[in-house]
């Protein structure tokens, strides 16, 4: 059983999809902190009703991005995370939370990186007009959706989707890799190489 500390920014979708695999057995997890970079995040009503502890942080904080990675990781560490799992977070990790959790944050994005980074993948793929789109989870770095990939799974662009329709099939694809990809680790069969590409073992 690993434990897992939780960011988000808004919604929670994700966070939702890893709760009800803790609860239904698919992943061997407990969440021990879910902490949000804004107070009013509707993720936080989610781990509440889950019993899960919270954090909603505040602008102020957030105005000095190394002071609140320093606080995010204090948090975590006194809640015993072994991983961070960022979750819909809208922010970059700096120094403080990547050096107390060397390649032990986790990033979900909603495009096929390295296409696409940034906090529109969904948007910025339809509006190029690719054919093929998808979900990539990675170990976070300093660099906005970089660091060494872990998983993706493509999602088709269908003749008659809209951005509606393509942005369910890939929220229902993230719901499904990401608490897939988190039992890997809980099963110690993810490592990073001397080249920093991911094997599974
Ligand atoms: C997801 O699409 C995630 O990949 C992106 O932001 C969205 C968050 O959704 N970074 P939710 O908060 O998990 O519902």
Redesign the pocket.
């Known amino acids: 059983m690993i434990k897992l500390g939780v960011l988000?920014?808004?919604?929670?979708?994700?966070?939702?999809a890893i709760i009800d695999a803790c609860t239904a057995g698919t992943l061997d997890a407990e969440i021990v902190l879910v902490i949000a970079s804004k107070p009013d995040a509707y993720?936080l009503k989610r781990a509440q009703e889950a019993g899960i502890p919270t954090i909603g942080l505040t602008r102020e904080v957030y105005n000095e991005q190394h002071a609140a990675d320093t606080l995010i990781a204090e948090e975590f560490t006194r809640a015993d995370a072994e991983y961070i799992v960022?979750?819909?977070?809208?922010r970059r990790v700096t120094d403080p939370l990547l050096a107390a959790y060397p390649d032990h944050v986790i990033?979900?994005?909603?495009a096929l990186l390295p296409s696409f980074a940034g906090?529109h993948?969904?948007q910025d793929a339809w509006d190029k007009g690719v054919k093929v789109t998808g979900?990539t989870v990675h170990f976070a770095n300093a660099v906005y959706d970089d660091g060494p990939i872990i998983a993706q799974q493509a999602v088709e662009i269908r003749k008659d989707d809209t951005i509606e329709t393509l942005e369910e099939r890939?929220?229902a694809v993230?719901h499904e890799l990401y608490p897939a990809t988190l039992q890997l680790l809980a099963e110690g069969r993810l490592h990073i190489g001397t080249d920093r590409h991911v094997y599974l073992t």
């Open positions: 988000i920014s808004g919604g929670g979708t994700n966070l939702q993720g960022m979750a819909g977070y809208m990033n979900i994005h909603p906090a993948g969904i979900v890939i929220h993230e």
